[in-house]
Every structure is written in structure tokens, then in C-alpha cells.
């Protein structure tokens, strides 16, 4: 997950200056996008406002303006920059319904759910829930970085007794819910047992995994998922669905205490938990819990108020909905005759047992309905492209707000299903080797008459207020001609009129942000990485996988190396074989005849891969030993890459 909050960008005189240079402004809503966005407030109930109640509810105090500053001095989170959201109607640029939950999630500070149990909300993506034990405090998700954790906690302090924390629990292995972890105890408390931190089965694996292969991939794509590089506005970020943004700096970890056995029943500093899981469904890990103490129930990320990802856009493996939806009904039946309060680790509470029970109910069929008609449209022969334009939610689930797509959508999500079980081929063998990108759409706009037949064309559609073809049409003379400064701009011009359109914080925040490129080109991105917590986290055999998603094959065509590969203070082996331009490894073993042996510690690999130092570097201060030929070692380095952080995506790579 990328977590970047604070936007780099600022107001100039003639547009938005970003790094010393004048970038164009973003445009005004055209008329069809008025009339669609005017529409939307007579398709749905904007009347119930019971959920702007409800998210005030508790209330008890705020930091000013939301803002939260780091002890190295940089923004961790800041509300101020959205204060044009306490305006109650939306302006032409917004879809009224995300107005409507933007405002909501700006709400926020510190709220009482029943006296022993508060949370942190809208500081951060994700909320901190804190119990009041007999000797201290249990924290169940300590947000995403240290700074908004700490923060949330300090602001709880000015309005309760100053208890310590003597648990955490992480609900699930999505880094917004443990990466400030360090904001609310420490390594040394932990070990010290002051402080037990719990979590469900598989969640170190999980928590580390999802961001180390791909990594690199998924950053640069929740820029766009997220409107991380967009300025808070009418015309950019309004919120993510999820929640308002992502904290701005470091995620920390700190490993499991206690492994929380599947669906027991724990008893932690006095307060009884009941636990269920809900493991391969919105996360790998996950687990939801009651509270009969408070007769409050807490979901998780299972259930939120919106459609959730089955697919998230950033990219990641589809999630089950079938299961998804299994794990709601199992918390209705085991706790819904006992729920008073249902309350979440996103968005704000349901505050009556029949409406908890209403809610959980509408959740379970939402994501089966769109599972099980996805499957039945799949089983007639209909497309992705099809199941997604043509599913439709019953007017029963479309009219719930918490059925809304913020986050999700039906429409991708339609897509997710059909590509869990059947790929991303749809059998029409003319689809099964098309031409790469680039040269697809050189040859589809040579076909159309050329690149300016194709613009003039295209500019009659936006007229017309068909965005959707135009986008798709000019992606086509994008690619095809990457710097035609004219088809770049209507490009351009598609996405944000579709941004504008979109109920989806995180469709908004793609389209937007594809504009924006398009326009102004890729801003400087800060180099991604994994961070240290997680470094920690990390097997020896995932960085060996690392390595070998970056070899370059060419580079090792014909080679043959055989690599001891030691640990020191692990006692831990590996032999590494580069053969057939495929690096692979055993973990327990060494080959008896390596053309070179390596041996290091496991801190020298950390300050490796931390960048403070490099295995040359390392080989020359002693940190690394090898026995053997040092250019077989030296060699294969020199046949990684590291591939680029700021890649493009709304044109070719290049």
C-alpha cells in the first residue's frame, strides 16, 4: 500500500505549481456531466440523513483542523486542506452521492461507542478502537504510521484516565491497521511482556508478502487508486471511499505475542472476546469479534458502509465473495440477537440491534448477489465487459447507502468475478494473442483514417458527452503517438469529466490522476521500499523470490552458477541455482561444489536492502564473506535490475 497523505502540490497564479514548474489547471464540469451528476439526486434517497447522525454520535473532542505533525517535523495528517467539504451541496465536479460520504468521513476526533470503548476516527484511513480494561488499555488497530497512532491515543488521554496499553490487537493483515503500532507501545515493552499483542492466524506471513513481489507495482498504482498526487478540491481529492486519505510516513510492525485461535474465546486484561474468522475474504487474515461486556460486535473490514473491493484496483488477487458473504451471515447468526452496536475498523457505527441486524443482512446479500449472478450471466456465455454493464443491483440493496460503490464497485467487482474463475482469457480465440498494446493501437487509429481524423472525431463525441469512448479512443492515439500534444489533452479531458462523474473515491481519484499525468507528465515520486519494521518481517526465502522477479535473462542467458548462500546468526542455509535464465533456491541446504560461498548476518542483509549500504560495499568492510569465485557473486548482482518506481501508465512504456 502506498502511504503518501500530503499532496506536493500547490496553488500558483496561473495553475498548479509542482517542483517550480506551471501545470495545467484542471477544467470545469461540461454540461453532460451537470446533468449526470444533477440526476443522481433523483435516483437516490438523499432525504435519510440518519447516517450524518450516527457519525456524530459519541462525539467527545477533536484535534484543530485535524492535524497531525510528526516528530521529524513533516505533516503525518491534516484535515484543513478539506474544510470546502462542510459545504452540504455538491459542486457540478463531484458525484453528489461521494459528496455525501466525503462529508462523512470528514468527520472526526475522538467518540465514545459505550462507556469502556472509544474510537479514533477520520485520522487516518482506518479507525484505532480502544477498550478500557481492569489495568490498562486494549488497542485494536493502531492506523497505518506512528505519528497518527500516537496522536489519536494523546487526544484519547486529554479526555480519559491515562492508562497504559497492555494489548493490541491487529485485526487483519492490510498495513493501515497495524503500521502505527509503534505510535502506541514499543519493541521493548513487548518483550518485556508489558504489552501482548494479538492477531489471527497467518498474519505475519500475509502482512509482509502482499507488498514484497509486486510491491513495486501496486505502489505506483494506488497513486491512482488512492488520488495520492491529487490537491484536496472540488476538482481533485475528496476522499478515498474508505476513509478521507492514507497517512503521510513510515509503517512499523511489531510481530504477534499470541496467535488468537480460530473462533475462540479470550479473556484479555478482563474483557471477554469472542472471536470469528474470516480468513481468504477481504484480507488473507482477518478476524471479526463481539464483546458481550459492551454487547458490541466489531466487524472489522469485513462489513463497511459501502460496497467493498472484491478486486481492488491498485492490483491484488480477487478476494472470494461467496465466503465473504458466508462470514457475514455467521456473525448474524452467532451474534445478532445479542448486538447492540456494530461498529467497524472504517466508517462509524450502527447504533440499534435491528438495524445491526438490517445492515449485516443487506451486507451478506450484496456481495452474493454479485457473486452468484456474475457466475450465472458467466455460465450463459456473457463477457466480463457484458456481466459488468449489465448487473444490476435489485432496488432493495441499490437504495441502502451502505450498498453504495465508494470504494468497490459493481462493475469491477462483476469483472473480478469472472476472472476468479475463469482468467483473464474469454475463450473468443481472436482475443487469445493480440497485438502488445503499442501496436494494437498504431494499427486501430491507422485503420480509423489517422491520428487527426481520429481527434477531430473524438472532439464531436466529448461534445456529445460520450467521455467513456472518447477516453478509450484517445488512450488508442496516446499510445499510438505519445507525444501528440492534442490527443494527450482530450485525453486528458475524458478521464477528469469521468472522474468527475464518478461515485467511486477510488474510480475519482484513477481518472483524475490520469488526467493530471497526461497534462503535467509523472511527478517525482519518492522512492518506494520495503519499510525497516517489515524488512524484519521478512523470511531469507522471500528475498531470494525477490531476486529472482529481477533477473534480467538476458543478462543471464547461458550462465550456470551454483551459490552457498549463508546466514550466520540464523544458522540458516540456502543454495542458490541460476540455470536456464531461472534462479532458484533450497532453504537447509548447500550444494558441496558452489562456485562461490556467501556468508553474512541477517542485520548486514537488512542494511542492504534498507539502502544504507551495498553488497560491494559490504564484501569490502568484511560485513560479507565469500569463499570461492567472487565474480560469480559479483556476476549475478550485475544481473538484477531495479525496476523503475515512476513507470508510465496512461501512455507506452518507453
Known amino acids: 500500500m502506498h502511504n503518501s497523505f500530503s499532496c506536493r502540490v500547490g496553488v500558483g497564479l496561473f495553475g498548479l505549481v509542482l517542483a517550480g514548474t506551471v501545470l495545467a489547471s484542471p477544467k470545469a464540469a461540461e454540461p453532460a456531466t451537470t446533468r449526470a451528476n444533477a440526476a443522481v439526486l433523483e435516483q437516490l434517497p438523499f432525504a435519510d440523513t440518519r447516517a450524518f447522525d450516527d457519525a456524530r454520535r459519541g462525539f467527545i473532542g477533536a ?103 497492555v494489548a493490541v490487537l491487529y485485526t487483519h493483515n492490510h498495513a493501515d491497521h497495524f503500521g502505527g503500532v509503534k505510535g502506541v507501545t514499543s519493541e521493548e515493552e513487548v518483550r518485556s511482556g508489558k504489552v501482548k499483542v494479538y492477531a489471527p492466524y497467518g498474519f505475519m506471513q500475509h502482512a509482509v508478502a502482499e507488498n514484497v513481489i509486486a510491491g513495486n507495482a501496486m505502489t505506483r498504482r494506488a497513486i491512482y487508486q488512492f488520488g495520492n498526487d491529487l490537491p484536496p478540491g472540488e476538482r481533485g481529492h475528496v476522499d478515498t471511499g474508505l476513509g478521507k486519505a492514507l497517512g503521510n510516513g513510515p509503517i512499523s510492525l511489531i510481530a504477534p505475542t499470541d496467535t488468537v485461535p480460530d473462533n475462540a474465546t479470550l479473556e484479555i486484561d478482563g474483557i471477554t472476546i469472542e472471536f470469528q474468522m474470516a480468513h481468504g475474504t477481504e484480507a488473507e487474515s482477518e478476524m471479526m469479534m463481539f464483546f458481550p461486556q459492551f454487547k458490541v460486535l466489531n466487524t472489522a473490514e469485513i462489513t463497511s458502509q459501502h460496497l467493498h473491493n472484491i478486486y481492488t484496483i491498485r492490483g491484488a488477487a480477487i478476494r472470494d465473495a461467496s465466503a465473504w458473504s458466508h462470514y457475514i451471515d455467521k456473525v448474524l447468526e452467532r451474534f445478532g440477537d445479542r448486538t447492540d452496536i456494530l461498529v467497524a475498523q472504517h466508517h462509524w457505527p450502527i447504533w440499534e440491534r435491528e438495524q445491526a441486524q438490517h445492515f449485516l443482512a443487506r451486507q451478506r446479500d450484496l456481495y452474493k448477489f454479485i457473486h452468484d449472478q456474475a457466475v450465472r450471466r458467466m455460465n450463459r456465455g456473457e463477457l466480463p465487459g457484458d456481466i459488468a454493464e449489465n448487473l444490476i443491483l435489485p432496488a432493495s440493496l441499490d437504495q441502502e447507502w451502505s450498498s ?62 460520450d467521455y467513456r469512448w472518447v477516453a478509450w479512443v484517445m488512450n488508442q492515439a496516446v499510445f499510438a503517438e505519445p507525444d501528440n500534444r492534442a490527443a494527450r489533452e482530450l485525453a486528458a479531458d475524458a478521464l477528469e469529466q469521468l472522474g468527475y462523474q464518478a461515485e467511486a473515491g477510488t474510480w475519482r481519484g484513477a481518472y483524475l490522476t490520469g488526467a493530471q499525468e ?83 548476518t541477517r542485520g548486514a542483509l537488512d542494511q542492504i536492502l534498507l539502502a544504507k549500504t551495498t553488497f560491494p560495499e559490504a564484501v569490502q568492510s568484511g560485513q560479507i564473506t565469500l569463499d570461492g569465485e567472487p565474480n560469480a557473486f559479483f556476476g549475478l548482482l550485475q544481473m538484477l535490475e531495479e525496476p523503475p518506481h515512476d513507470f508510465p501508465i496512461v501512455e507506452p512504456v518507453r
Open 404 to 465: 453504495r460503490g465508494y470504494y468497490g464497485t459493481v462493475k469491477h467487482n462483476a469483472r473480478a468475478i469472472y476472472q476468479r474463475y475463469m482468467g483473464w482469457y474469454d475463450a473468443n480465440p481472436a482475443n487469445l494473442d493480440p497485438l502488445p498494446p503499442q501496436q494494437n493501437a498504431s494499427r486501430t487509429i491507422a485503420y480509423m483514417g489517422g491520428i487527426e481524423q481520429v481527434i477531430e472525431r473524438a472532439r464531436e463525441d466529448f461534445a456529445k458527452g
Open 518 to 600: 497526461l497534462r503535467n507528465g509523472v511527478d517525482e515520486l519518492p522512492r518506494g521500499g520495503l519499510q525497516p519494521d517489515m524488512l524484519q518481517a521478512l523470511e531469507a526465502g522471500m528475498f531470494f523470490d525477490l531476486l529472482a522477479v529481477r533477473l534480467n535473462p538476458d543478462k543471464a542467458a547461458g550462465k550456470h552458477l551454483v551459490i552457498n548462500w549463508t546466514l550466520t546468526d540464523l544458522e540458516e542455509d540456502f543454495r542458490l541455482n541460476l540455470e536456464n535464465s531461472t534462479l532458484t533456491y533450497r532453504a537447509g541446504t548447500l550444494a558441496e561444489q558452489p562456485h562461490v560461498s556467501v556468508s553474512m
Open 63 to 165: 484535534l484543530p483542523d485535524g492535524l497531525v505533525v510528526s516528530d521529524t517535523g513533516h505533516t503525518a495528517w491534516n484535515m484543513a486542506p478539506y474544510a470546502f467539504l462542510q459545504k452540504e451541496t455538491a459542486p457540478d465536479t463531484v458525484n453528489p452521492s461521494l459528496w455525501r460520504q466525503a462529508r462523512l468521513n470528514a468527520i472526526h476526533g475522538l467518540f465514545e461507542v459505550v462507556e469502556g470503548m472509544y474510537q479514533i476516527r477520520g485520522m487516518d484511513l482506518a479507525n484505532m478502537t480502544i477498550i478500557e480494561g481492569e489495568t490498562g488499555l486494549t488497542i485494536i488497530d493502531p492506523l497505518l504510521t506512528p505519528a497518527t497512532a500516537r496522536a489519536g491515543l494523546e487526544l484519547y488521554y486529554q479526555h480519559r484516565p491515562e492508562k497504559p496499553v
